[in-house]
T-cell receptor, first 120, second 116 residues
Framework: AQTVTQSQPEMSVQEAETVTLSCTYDTSESDYYLFWYKQPPSRQMILVIRQEAYKQQNATENRFSVNFQKAAKSFSLKISDSQLGDAAMYFCAYRIRPVAVTGTASKLTFGTGTRLQVTL | GAGVSQSPRYKVAKRGQDVALRCDPISGHVSLFWYQQALGQGPEFLTYFQNEAQLDKSGLPSDRFFAERPEGSVSTLKIQRTQQEDSAVYLC??????????????FGDGTRLSIL
């Protein structure tokens, strides 16, 4: 079974500074996707960034970037130039990528989350 | 619609009552997922539909949980004889037809269920 571990229940960062959120995962699959989702108090899960395991290049989306270490099964999120609006719960998630087209979709497996506070 | 719509936003029920939670996916989205998010935890998968077919219900915690999507659009998650451990946020997500797990899932705001 696949598991996702986030070892930091809470993190704090000052506005305009950089923060890194950690995530490790365990899987026996060779191909998969990894995600970071943001969940503000409104509860809606918002996709922040996605990484395909078969790609060596780390994904970036504006101020958000990842450090993907496949051998170590590590997937950290770096937020640069932090803003007050970045304050939220952040969840790391995993999804199997089938080798062949299966006609069906796989579920997301989430970690327990990291609460990010942004201070002035 | 513009996004995934879930109702009610909050539901309070007494232990033993039956509840029904509704999910209205984005128009044209064939794939629909239900997740359960306990307090302080990440969401956990419950079940998956492709159109009206329930292709995966491996995450349903007991036979008290039942989901349907009879016309391949709106889905209802029903919980019978509710218990306190059913208290959680129930999230619905939809995506375009997803044959290769490649499509992003779009989430609703969830229903917060509290069992007294």
């Amino acid at each position: 079974a696949q598991t996702v571990t986030q070892s930091q229940p809470e993190m704090s960062v000052q506005e305009a500074e950089t923060v890194t959120l950690s995530c490790t995962y365990d899987t026996s699959e060779s191909d998969y996707y990894l995600f970071w989702y943001k969940q503000p108090p409104s509860r809606q899960m918002i996709l922040v960034i996605r990484q395909e395991a078969y790609k060596q290049q780390n994904a970036t989306e504006n101020r958000f970037s990842v450090n993907f270490q496949k051998a170590a099964k590590s997937f950290s999120l770096k937020i640069s130039d932090s803003q007050l609006g970045d304050a939220a719960m952040y969840f790391c998630a995993y999804r199997i990528r089938p080798v062949a087209v299966t006609g069906t979709a796989s579920k997301l497996t989430f970690g327990t989350g990291t609460r990010l506070q942004v201070t002035l | 619609g513009a996004g995934v719509s879930q109702s009610p936003r909050y539901k309070v029920a007494k232990r033993g009552q039956d509840v029904a939670l509704r999910c209205d996916p984005i128009s044209g989205h064939v794939s629909l997922f239900w997740y359960q998010q306990a307090l302080g935890q990440g969401p956990e998968f419950l079940t998956y539909f492709q159109n009206e077919a329930q292709l995966d219900k491996s995450g349903l915690p007991s036979d008290r949980f039942f989901a349907e999507r009879p016309e391949g659009s709106v889905s209802t998650l029903k919980i019978q004889r509710t218990q306190q451990e059913d208290s959680a946020v129930y999230l619905c997500a939809s995506s375009l037809l997803d044959r290769n797990s490649n499509q992003p899932q779009h989430f609703g705001d969830g229903t917060r269920l509290s069992i007294l």
